[in-house]
Every structure is written in C-alpha cells, then in structure tokens.
C-alpha cells in the first residue's frame, strides 16, 4: 500500500486535454498517483466540489527591475506572494542586461535579487540590450546555466532597442545555442516620433500614450520580427500582443510556415483605452506598454485564445506605485506629461482568477484555461513536463480553485506592493483556495503557509513546442 506525503480526495481534475474527478497523491514534492488511490498519507484533503489545475506559470514579470533611479515597487517576496495567493507557483521574470554590462552579470544580479525570497520558483529569460560579439557568445552560456530564452526590445530607441540587425543576430544565434527568442513588437522610432510631434504640440495628457503607440506600430513590428525569424530559420515568440491588426500579422506568417508563438496578457482582454479618458492620477495607472487598445479589439484576441492561437497568457507584471517615494518611482511622475509615466501595471495575483472568470464565461474551455496559464508556457519555455502538468512525476505544484465562490477584484485583499490593481471592481466567479508548491502547502483559503526561501531556482532546459 502507497504511503503519500499528502493525498488530495475527490477533486475535478483539469488538465490542457482534459476533466476528471481523480485523487491525486504527492510523495517526495511529487505527483507520484493521480487515480482511485487508498491511503495511508500523512496529511488528506477533501477537495470534492473543487478544481485542482496545474500551478500556473507566469512567463512574464519584471521584479525588482531597475527604473528611472530606482526599482519596480515589487521584489521577489512580495511579487511571488501575490503570485501564490494567485495560483501562480511558477514565474519567469526578465534578468536585464544593463547597456554596456554583460549577460553574465545581468544573470549574477538576478538570483542575488531572488534567491531566499522567493516564494514561488522562478526561472529567468534574459533581455538583451546590447547584442554586441560578447553577447552572443554569452548565450551559449546562459543556456548552459539554464536561461534558454531571450528577450530582445524593438521599441524604446536609446534604452533598450535593438535595430534589425542585432535582432537578426540574436534570431540566428538563438538558433545554434538551442534557445529562443522573444521579442516585444512595436515600431520604436516611429513611436519615438509620433511622441516628440504630440509634445511639441502641446499634448501631454495621459491618452497621447496611446494614441502615440497606435496598433500599425505593433503590427509593423510583428510583421518584421515575422520576417527576421524567417530570415534566421528560427522560431520567434511575440510577447504580449495586444491588438487585432497585430494578431493578423501572427496568423499571415504562421500562413506562411513561420513559426511565430504569441502570448496576451489579461489587460488586453478586459481592459480598454476609455480608461485613459479618466482623470489624469487615475488615468496614468493604466499606462502599460503596448498600450489598452480600443474595446473592438477584444473580440479578436479572444476567439484567438479560444481557437488555441496563443501559447501563453501572461501578465507582464511591472509595477509601479501610484505616487513616487525617495527611491521609488511612482505614476505620478508622468500626470503632466504623458512620455514620463514609468510604463507598467501588476497583474501577478489577478492572472489565474481572470481567465478562470473567462471559462464561467464560456469564453474559452477548462482545458484552454491549463493550457495557456500553465501547460503552454511550460513546454515553450523547457518546463515541462516536470512543470504544468497534473501527472506522475510532475513537481507537485497543484491549485485547488472554488468554482462556487463569487468575489470582487479589490486592491485591499491583494498581496503585490502597490496601492491599486487595474482591475478593480470586476466581479468574478471561482477562487485559489488552497496552492501547493512541490507538496508543500503555501497558501490556504487565503491564510500565507510558504515562506521566503521556499522558492527554487529553475534551469530550464530546451522548448518542446512546434506549431
Ligand atoms: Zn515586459
């Protein structure tokens, strides 16, 4: 007879195929039975009535990251907090190569910033700013040590844009080290142009933030990543697209047998540019990068969720206080001028309840919801199946949702650093109860179990994804 560490009875399970009522049994931090199972087990959980989903992974955050003289408002404690409250037991936040310093440091800077207050584990990708020779040699490193994805910028000249070149490079590199590439796709000069002709004009009100970063900008860039990755022979992973036009691009090219993996974010899906007609101190908390689009949008991107044209919804997870403190820079830096609002929103905790919302919708289907919050990112980003998978062998990261439970997004109950969400005041159906991180109990019917230290560092091998 089994003896399990924990034996979880009776709950629905969902999988990115399908839904059964099973037990589930955890040994040693893993799924070591899923099944009609008998005891004994040192702890059980009744779980009828209850939805037990692979812990979500979050491919998109940005901890403790570097700003304007100081930092975003959360660091790896409080951002995998909230991630945990939110069913989130899996992060990959963006190590990022500061202009003239190497991967290698950025990689060093980044698990000191993690390691022993992470309550969630963690992997990182590794945003390159500089794709200089060393660079490129560097990636052959990082994927060695476990970073087997980067992020290149086509936005943001000056800072942290590449030019089509050094995208390019990256693209073939990417190809001889076993890694991927991610890129975020918008037009960085002709935005940095449409943003210095709306301030000679005078425009300096918050919604000039949209109207200077227009979907053709996000479109265009789509469209030449499209065209790089093909120029490379290698994959290219979109980070949160954010319009129809955009999505159009991703379907021409996978048309045409490139392979272009694309990720959302919630924000895109609920929210929509009327919250930049809001009064300023309220209007600048909404400034993310691609900006809220307009509400026709939103169809598009939906079905394309539905239909499984996206591999990953993640949040992008940057955030920033409403107001500025010594150190800390805040939204309120930019309520005169619209191109100096720090660019970023938290979304870590709201991730798993929103698009679990979009299922009691019908929205999309129970599988879809594993699939894009879980399974998906965990086979693009070389987690799985150890990671987003409810089966034998899999880490015993386990999220018991109660589909029952009505609630309100409310910036009080949630567990990030900053005084607002984005999604305040919307009503959703179903709650993470109970959150399991490799068999240990981290989070119960709202009570903070983990602590920090608990959070282990991933390396992750190569993608398990073709489309
Ligand atoms: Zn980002």
Not at 19 to 43: H, Y
Not at 250 to 261: C, D, I, T
Request: charged share 20%.
């Amino acid at each position: 007879m089994a003896a399990y560490d924990l034996l979880i009875r009776g709950a629905t399970i969902l999988t990115a195929s399908e839904s059964f009522a099973a037990d589930l049994g955890v040994s040693n931090e893993r799924i070591a039975a899923v099944g009609a199972l008998s005891g004994p087990a040192k702890t059980e959980l009744d779980a009828r009535g209850l939805i037990a989903a692979p812990g979500g992974i979050d491919a998109h955050t940005h901890l403790d990251m570097p700003y304007g003289g100081g930092a975003t408002a959360d660091d790896f404690r409080t951002g995998t907090t909230a991630a945990l409250f939110g069913g989130t037991t899996t992060i990959i936040d963006f190590a990022t190569q500061s202009r003239g310093g190497s991967l290698t440091a950025a990689l060093d800077q980044w698990h000191a910033k993690a390691a022993g207050r992470a309550l969630a584990d963690y992997a990182f990708h590794m945003a390159i700013t500089d794709m200089s020779a060393a660079a490129g040699r560097d990636m052959a490193r990082m994927v060695r040590e476990g970073v087997t994805s980067f992020k290149l910028y086509m936005a943001y000249p000056g800072v942290l844009m590449s030019d089509d070149a050094a995208v390019l490079r990256a693209l073939q590199r990417s190809n001889e080290v076993g890694a991927l590439v991610g890129l975020h796709c918008e037009n960085g000069a002709a935005i940095a142009e449409l943003v210095r002709q709306a301030r000679a004009q005078g425009h300096t009100e918050t919604r000039w933030h949209a109207l200077t970063r227009p979907p053709e900008a996000e479109a265009e860039a789509v469209r030449r990543a499209a065209a790089l990755a093909s120029m490379a022979g290698a994959p290219v992973y979109v980070v949160h697209l954010s319009s129809a036009a955009g999505l159009e691009e991703v379907r021409r090219a996978r048309l045409r047998g490139v392979p272009v993996l694309a990720e959302t974010c919630p924000q895109y899906l609920y929210l929509d540019a009327q919250e930049y007609e809001r009064p300023a101190a309220s209007a600048v908390n909404f400034v993310i990068a691609p900006p809220l689009r307009a509400k026709s949008n939103q169809d598009a991107l939906w079905q394309a969720l539905a239909g499984g044209e996206f591999q990953a919804v993640a949040t992008d997870h940057c955030s920033f206080p409403r107001r500025s403190r010594p150190g800390q820079p805040g939204k309120d830096r930019g309520l005169k001028d619209f191109s100096r609002i720090p660019g970023g929103a938290p979304g870590l905790e709201t991730r798993m309840p929103l698009m679990w919302e979009a299922v009691q919708k019908g929205r999309i289907s129970p599988s879809r919801f594993v699939e894009t919050t879980s399974t998906g990112p965990a086979k693009v980003f070389g987690l799985y199946p150890r990671k987003g998978h409810l089966g034998p062998g899999a880490d015993a990261d386990i999220v018991l949702i109660d589909p029952k439970h009505k609630t309100t997004i409310n910036a009080k109950s949630l567990h990030h650093a900053v005084d607002y969400t984005p999604f305040e005041g919307l009503s959703i159906h179903g709650a993470i109860r109970e959150v399991f991180l490799r068999g240990k109990h981290m989070v119960s019917q709202g009570r903070l179990l983990g602590k920090p230290g608990d959070g282990q560092y991933l390396s992750r091998g190569q993608r398990q994804f073709c489309l």
